[in-house]
């Protein structure tokens, strides 16, 4: 019974933290996204919240949003289709934070004799379930699209769809390849496969095995996010997009959702393909340095090393994405199409293909 | 196939140019934080109300009216400036001077800034020199209309 209990209980913890970590990151990606385009752009950024006349660097800024969101007035319009309308919001949300609970933020982790995963889930068919609840996070924005029941928002969750069945396949057919080279759909196991080595000293890291994969994936999870590049369901310049009919903190959850997914997109390429929480040639009781040397270390520090190296690697990539974002210009709705149906499909059609022969020899 | 290569290295060309702007840029703000003076600057970015932008010498800004040696107003009630102001914003009324080498003074003159467009029309029509813009105050936004009317007693101080 206090078995259960204790179980229960760390799972609960585990849900905590994986959800404050999750949050907490998702609001200064807000903060990083300004003062990472105000330094691309030889500006400043947004620095002036204070709290107590103390600003340090604007990093109170996502507060102060936070704040001006929440006590904005929460508008629906009198034509919407008015439940759809305000759970559209919820549901987008909803898919793309439950997909956090498959991540694998480090490896066992143990106190006493008991052992704890430091993964909230270690599911069989963890990659599935990510890109089933990425895809069915669609369904908020062409819901928001239709119950809005306004032309432009409309075309913008029209466009969104046309956009994820474009490029899901792209996204999946990516990822057959590395499923291919780790016979595996389960994160942790393909986590674990990653800490091998390659002719002796390179890691077994997916960019490693499958770097064209890499390339098709990394623009499918783009245009997963919908932002910049592949901005289809929101085309600011043409469209307002799919919350046009949006304000206070329900336009505010898109737009977390927005950020979340950047995060999520990070992950996955860092548990896919940079190897998750692995450090190059650290095993479970410390450096195994190929050329010779070895540096023994405790338990703890050993995990720590491991969730750092995770957290790095994934706010490297989300500093890539904003990057991204604020470099390219848009693509035009026929570009995109063109780009999934008749580059990425393809080429990944083909990298499969090639795996395949190498894998056979 | 070319154009298309062609393409790509553009896309990584810019993506370069962006990575060492933030790169740079960063650099010289960590310098500004650890206390070292450089010559270039992180940012561009003049911190307004903190830090101003100097106003160049012919820049048209808040009108004020200039005075002959015994305090009264230079000017004399000739009207040019209401007939040329596009706006309509200034109104002036004129009264009798007992001096006949001046004859008419301004016994109420108002701009309404609210109205203004900063033209300068005023300030080149006078004959008197008696209105100029170059007081260099630029920030003189009120919460009400009403504050940003202007009487002479505003306007001479």
């Known amino acids: ?361 | 196939m070319i154009k298309a290569l062609g393409y790509f290295i553009e896309i990584i060309r810019g993506i370069l140019i962006t990575t060492r702007h933030f790169v740079v840029n960063l650099f010289f703000h960590i310098l500004k934080v650890l206390g070292i003076k450089t010559k270039r600057k992180g940012a561009v970015t003049i911190q307004y109300p903190e830090q101003k932008k100097e106003i160049a010498s012919r820049h048209r800004s808040l009108h004020r009216l200039m005075t002959r040696a015994d305090g009264k107003p230079r000017c004399v009630a000739c009207m040019l400036c209401v007939t040329v102001c596009p706006s309509e914003c200034i109104y002036v009324e004129a009264a009798e001077d007992p001096d006949p080498e001046i004859q008419k003074y301004p016994a109420k003159f108002v701009i309404d800034l609210g109205r203004c467009c900063f033209c300068g029309f005023c300030v080149e029509a006078c004959p008197e020199d008696a209105i100029r813009m170059d007081t260099g105050n630029v920030d003189f936004a009120q919460y009400s209309q009403q504050d940003l009317i202007y009487d002479l007693d505003k306007l001479i101080g």
């Open chain 1, 1 to 361: 019974m206090t078995e259960t209990l204790t179980e229960m209980l760390i799972i609960f913890i585990k849900i905590v933290c994986a959800l404050v970590w999750f949050l907490a990151l998702t609001l200064y990606l807000t903060w990083l996204e300004r003062k990472e385009s105000a330094l691309i752009q030889d500006r400043l950024g947004a620095n002036r919240a204070s709290i107590f006349g103390i600003r340090i660097i604007g990093l109170f800024q996502p507060f102060a949003d936070a704040i001006k969101m929440i006590f904005k007035e929460d508008f629906v319009p009198s034509f919407s289709r008015k439940f759809l309308h305000t759970m559209a919001p919820f549901i987008s949300f909803f898919f793309v934070a439950i997909t956090i609970a498959a991540i694998p933020f480090g490896d066992i982790l143990r106190i006493g004799d008991r052992t704890i995963n430091l993964q909230i889930l270690d599911f069989n068919v963890g990659l599935l379930f990510i890109l089933a609840m990425l895809s069915l996070g669609i369904y908020g924005i062409i819901i928001s699209g239709w119950a809005s029941n306004n032309r432009y928002t409309l075309t913008g969750g029209l466009r969104g769809a046309a956009q994820v069945i474009s490029y899901e396949v792209a996204l999946g057919l990516s990822l057959i390849g590395l499923i291919m080279v780790y016979p595996s759909l389960r994160l942790s196991s393909i986590v674990l496969y990653q800490g091998e080595l390659l002719f002796g000293f390179l890691p077994k890291w997916g960019i490693f095995l499958q770097p064209v994969g890499f390339v098709i994936f990394l623009f499918a999870a783009l245009a997963e996010t919908k932002r910049v590049p592949f901005d289809l369901p929101e085309g600011e310049s043409e469209i307002i997009g799919f919350f046009t009919e949006y304000s206070g903190l329900k336009w505010g959850l898109f737009m977390m959702t927005d950020f979340m997914e950047i995060i999520i997109v990070s992950t996955l390429l860092t548990t896919l393909f940079f190897g998750g929480w692995q450090v190059p040639w650290l095993a479970s009781d410390g450096f195994h340095f190929p050329w010779g040397g070895e540096l023994l270390l405790p338990h703890v520090v050993v995990v720590l090393f491991q969730v750092a190296a995770f957290n790095i690697k994934v706010f490297f990539f989300c500093w890539l994405q904003i990057l991204i974002r604020w470099t390219y210009p848009r693509f035009r709705y026929d570009q995109v199409m063109d780009l999934g149906w008749k580059l990425l499909v393809p080429l990944s059609l083909v990298n499969i293909i090639g795996t395949g022969i190498i894998m056979t020899i």
